[in-house]
Every structure is written in C-alpha cells, then in structure tokens.
Nanobody, 124 residues
Framework: QLQLIESGGGLVQPGGSLRLSCATS????????MGWFRQAPAKEREFVAA????????KYADSVKGRFTISRDNAKNTVYLQMNSLKPEDTAVYYC?????????????????WGQGTQVTVSS
C-alpha cells in the first residue's frame, strides 16, 4: 500500500510559479513510476507529467511542455512538479499518482494509487 499526500497548491497570478510536492509513505517508492494529473471543473482528469522510477525519463502533456518540470527524490520518497509561467487555463485540482513499474505512464488506468489532490488557481 502506498499513501500519497500533495501540497504546495494555492492562488497565483498569471505568469507566476508554484511548486507542488507529493510525499509518499510505504515501501518501495523507487519501484513506482510517478505522475501528475489535473482536473478542472466540469472536465475530465487529464495527464500532466510523468517520471520513471529512476527519474531518468520524463513525459509531459503538450499544454505544459517547456513550463512544467517533474522530478523525484527517491531518498525522500517525494515527487515534485515545478510549474512556471502559469496560465489561467492551468487552474485545476492537481493529483499525484503512483504506478508499479519502471517506465513512465500517461494513462489514468496505469496508476494504482492516488492522492487527494491540491487546488491550483491562476487568476489576477
């Protein structure tokens, strides 16, 4: 069993930055691929970014490529999402997810464990 707790969300102006963290408890964090998803009101949950178990491979949605960076610290059992140049359309609840295996995944069904989410609001 793996528990995930997100933090770092909040209100930020357009063009600003936020860093989300996802702390995990349980064993074998470094045997899980990790991902970030988001869900805006009245929209389906969508893939944002993913990182392989080692941290050597990453994948981003086209909408965030060049602005967001996913990283992980296996010693701290934590994954991060650095978000720069934020736009109002980035407003959503952001979820951290863990999927067993070494590669990264982009599909919701590839992930077995989910956090409860953290709200990110981009508004002036």
């Amino acid at each position: 069993q793996l528990q995930l707790i997100e933090s770092g969300g909040g209100l930020v102006q357009p063009g600003g930055s936020l860093r989300l963290s996802c702390a995990t408890s349980g064993r074998s964090f470094n045997s899980y691929a990790m991902g970030w998803f988001r869900q805006a009101p009245a929209k389906e949950r969508e893939f944002v970014a993913a990182v392989s178990w080692s941290g050597s491979s990453t994948k981003y949605a086209d909408s965030v490529k060049g602005r967001f960076t996913i990283s992980r610290d296996n010693a701290k059992n934590t994954v991060y999402l650095q978000m720069n140049s934020l736009k109002p359309e980035d407003t959503a609840v952001y979820y951290c997810a863990a999927g067993p295996g070494s590669a990264y995944y982009t599909g919701i069904r590839d992930y077995a464990y989910w956090g409860q989410g953290t709200q990110v609001t981009v508004s002036s």
